[in-house]
């Protein structure tokens, strides 16, 4: 059967059915490790029939669990999925581009193809010859939600968030080393939020050392969600936390797909000049310092040509007095 | 005759047209000195009859500008002023109270009062006494438009602005000192146009030193409003410039109503630790230093309480690459 070429407002609609999946992917983050954390939306007609997500230790798929929630209905459904469907049956359950063809699913829009060489394009080339109308976009949100998976996919390491708390020039603490508060109750909340959202947390020997930090998530409801604990030393770690010898080398963090980096300042540095940092969390206090402790120290640049061009701003927000800064790397 | 109360919708239309007035009062800025830069917009039936606002050197005021464009169409109209009408007649020209009356016009929104005390209450009082409806609103418009009019009437010096070109992380230049540039083409345009908004501005003796800048205005139109060069030094000043000796007495730089800081690191600090501040400009590069010269030297402040509440953001924009940060003093 020939199928009309898609209009543009269909391309509006798919992208915000996308974007509705990549929402729901994020309730998997990061408790679906090792498997992706993907989100899945059965439409028919414009009203969602089912959602899913990717369950904790990542199983149910994202799909089986909408299927299953749709039962019959998924039958003439559109399916929007964060990331290809999967292609390979295993002990856990059947393949999920297998699963909604069987149920009657006509067309699969996938935001993101899969690196596993188990599936790479092989999930898309099952739904097609088992007569299912298959639209491939590059989606924005599906990636960025997928951003830990496909970092460790490319790079054998974490996601790796750096968090600063930062004052308008630049300091983490008086030069006495006073640094209890630079930022709001609300930026503190939100770095709560954000360590849910990581497996693994790190710090510095030092850090470790003067200040002996829970790095728990004191959130209602979220402190089962709080990350390991890792300390940047050359010697061995303490009780309850594990040792990281080198930036450089994050594969002992495996399998983990997000790693957020708490600071001091040598390991802001010592993350940045290996080239391991993906994205920058700076909560900006309206405060002037002068002459303090600075947040990062000297990464190796020698030149302002070579400070330029990494770092995109991509979103900024207030978070009471303060502001929450994200960059992201260009490359 | 008894007036009807005002309505929600009247207050609403006349903010409006209050900030209409605070948008025409820029013009004036800083060209007006020593008078304030007054904007007025003369209204009939909802629509702009004429407009006004203070001219070259004082005079005439922005009343009697709307005045001369409007001639007959005066009669019945209602006048929006920035500030309160003078009340004092001059060698210059009539008060403007006095002529607004004369005019016809029925009705005048005032949006800050004038501390002036040959006005300072008596430009309303005459109004009313000439029958014309006077409706005084508190108007963060046009306060901020006279930002530097009364700074000087308050504390008998400008309204100062330090401006700061900082990375992510509070460096205005690399460790090795190279400093062009850390924020992008349309940074620098934008800090050229701040320039033509300020009467002085004002680098320290070791910047003058290093850098020779030339600290005009490089905006086509805009170059005669290059503002007058100061150095804060303890010596003499070179041929071009004059020299400020203490950021704690502006003094010297009077008449100006404001006074733009551009560095460095020190003087930065000398004016925040002389509490000479009033607005904060930091454009923010999206780059990373790590180890860099820092933008603010050592302020006397001595505990993280005491860095708090000073001040408040009071907007961001992008420009280009960059951020601009606009903080405000909180009292």
Redesign the interface.
Known sequence: MARAKPTESDLIRDRRWLAAAARLAERARPLSRPNPAVGCVLVKDDRVIARGWTQTGGRPHAEQMALTVAGDAARGCTAYVTLEPCAHDSARGPCCAGSLAQAGVVRVVVGCPDPDPRTAGQGNAMLRAKGVDVVELACEASRLSLAGYLTRAAKNRPFVTLK?A??????IA???G?????TGPDARAHTHLERSRHDAILIGAGTLRADAPRLDVRLPGLEPRSPERWVLTHGNAPDGWRALHDPADLSPLSPAQYLFVEGGAGTA?AF??ADAVDR?L?YR???????GR???????????AG??G????RD?R?LG?D?L?E?VRTA
Chains 1, 2 share one sequence.
């Open positions: 600063l930062l004052s308008i020039d630049g300091c008086m030069a006495s006073e640094s209890q508060w630079i540095a940045l000049a920058l700076v206090a309206p405060i002037v310092i002068g002459g600075t947040g990062v120290a000297d990464i190796g640049v020698s030149s302002l400070a330029h990494r770092w995109t701003l900024t207030r007095e502001t800064e960059y």
